[in-house]
């Protein structure tokens, strides 16, 4: 299994940073710019259990349909989505929120 990790310091609260990462309008805010997000749906309470269906596309000619879901949710700590329906045979993201001096860590 591949795993890809960075880390960023962001210049505010980590409450702030948390909510601005649940809100799934943001979503198309911050996906690589080579990537166009479409969001197709959400259903489910806020939280875990929240689905969003969305369609990818890549370098306008690869497009693909997921559903993801958070499946594990702790404000403001973290909040953990994975792939339920897409072209992935696995795919889990993990946003941890960290606070620190000049604001929040975000793995």
């Given amino acids: 299994m591949h795993r890809y990790e960075r880390s960023v310091v962001i210049a ?3 409450e702030t940073v948390f909510r601005f990462h649940d ?5 198309p805010r911050i996906t690589p710019p080579e990537v166009k997000v479409e969001i197709l749906g ?3 309470p806020e939280g875990k259990g929240k689905q969003i269906r969305l ?3 890549q370098f306008g000619l690869l497009s693909n ?3 993801i879901e958070f499946v594990r949710y702790d404000p403001p700590r973290f909040l953990i989505d994975e792939q339920k329906e897409g072209p992935f045979r696995f795919w889990r993201q993990t946003r941890m ?3 620190v001096e000049r604001g929040t860590k975000l793995t």
């Fill in 12 to 14: 505010a609260p980590v």
């Fill in 23 to 27: 809100d799934t309008r943001n979503l």
């Fill in 42 to 44: 959400t259903s489910g």
């Fill in 55 to 57: 369609r990818m596309t």
């Fill in 65 to 67: 349909e997921l559903l």
């Fill in 97 to 99: 929120f960290e606070p």
